[in-house]
């Protein structure tokens, strides 16, 4: 049987690495007495992912990791043909707090929820430092139109396979963007592709909003929530 578990992270575990939080799910797997089916060849490894990684420091309400069990009979001592609510209690009493398991549903679709994924919503919170440019706060709409009026928004990326990192282009992967500017925030909503067709992280996007509007804010005091992944239908 193969499943989805949406689920929450949210709170100091958004510091726990993306490999680390596998390593949590597979030991609550095994704990819970749930047999993950396992990839054949030289290295075998569980049938289990994530819709999409989450950035070290990101908290998230709207993730997902599908897997796959080894048989219908999953939870041990059960007479359920599959035991998806099961599955779901007994992991809920596993998890580390931060992780909140919200469902359980039986994956219905062909391909991976990884190959699936086409964007997602992400809310950035940056704090209004008191140096603050002048005619703070700026107008919403204003703001939207300066910065998704622009033909390029140009930036620079590392690249995995080249030392020097390589000025990109933004632009086509932004699909919405709304400011809510006020005197000691200002917090955006943005729509970005995501998924293994078109990605677009969102620290690319804080970079240019802080270039565009003169912020000068350190990284560390900016808060990135994604609200929700998209999906191909």
């Given at each position: 049987?193969?499943?989805?578990?949406?689920?929450?992270?949210?709170?100091?575990?958004?510091?726990?690495?993306?490999?680390?939080?596998?390593?949590?799910?597979?030991?609550?797997?095994?704990?819970?007495?749930?047999?993950?089916?396992?990839?054949?060849?030289?290295?075998?490894?569980?049938?289990?992912?994530?819709?999409?990684?989450?950035?070290?420091?990101?908290?998230?309400?709207?993730?997902?990791?599908?897997?796959?069990t080894?048989?219908?009979?999953?939870?041990?001592?059960?007479?359920?043909?599959?035991?998806?609510?099961?599955?779901?209690?007994?992991?809920?009493?596993?998890?580390?707090?931060?992780?909140?398991?919200?469902?359980?549903?039986?994956?219905?679709?062909n391909?991976?929820l990884?190959?699936?994924?086409?964007?997602?919503?992400?809310?950035?919170?940056?704090?209004?430092?008191?140096?603050?440019?002048?005619?703070?706060p700026?107008?919403?709409?204003?703001?939207?139109?300066?910065?998704?009026?622009?033909?390029?928004?140009?930036?620079?990326?590392?690249?995995?396979?080249?030392?020097?990192?390589?000025?990109?282009?933004?632009r086509?992967?932004?699909?919405?963007?709304?400011?809510?500017?006020?005197?000691?925030?200002?917090?955006?909503?943005?729509?970005?592709?995501?998924?293994?067709?078109?990605?677009?992280?969102?620290?690319?996007?804080?970079?240019?909003?802080?270039?565009?509007?003169?912020?000068?804010?350190?990284?560390?005091?900016?808060?990135?929530?994604?609200?929700?992944?998209?999906?191909?239908?």
């Open positions: 049987m193969k499943y989805v578990i949406r689920f929450q992270k949210t709170g100091v575990i958004c510091y726990t690495s993306h490999l680390d939080i596998m390593k949590v799910f597979k030991r609550s797997f095994k704990r819970a007495g749930i047999k993950l089916a396992y990839s054949q060849g030289f290295n075998p490894h569980p049938k289990m992912g994530f819709a999409q990684p989450l950035s070290l420091g990101y908290e998230s309400l709207d993730e997902y990791i599908e897997f796959e080894a048989d219908a009979a999953v939870v041990p001592g059960t007479e359920s043909a599959n035991g998806k609510e099961e599955i779901l209690e007994k992991m809920r009493g596993l998890m580390p707090g931060g992780l909140e398991l919200l469902s359980i549903e039986e994956a219905r679709h391909k991976t990884a190959a699936n994924t086409i964007a997602a919503e992400y809310m950035i919170e940056i704090p209004i430092p008191e140096n603050r440019p002048v005619g703070w700026l107008d919403a709409q204003e703001m939207r139109d300066a910065y998704m009026g622009q033909k390029e928004i140009l930036t620079l990326k590392k690249q995995k396979k080249k030392k020097e990192p390589v000025t990109v282009n933004i086509p992967k932004i699909r919405e963007m709304v400011f809510e500017p006020s005197e000691e925030l200002l917090r955006i909503e943005a729509l970005l592709d995501s998924g293994s067709d078109s990605n677009l992280s969102p620290e690319l996007v804080i970079t240019t909003v802080l270039e565009k509007f003169d912020l000068n804010v350190p990284r560390s005091n900016i808060r990135v929530l994604r609200r929700k992944i998209h999906f191909k239908q």
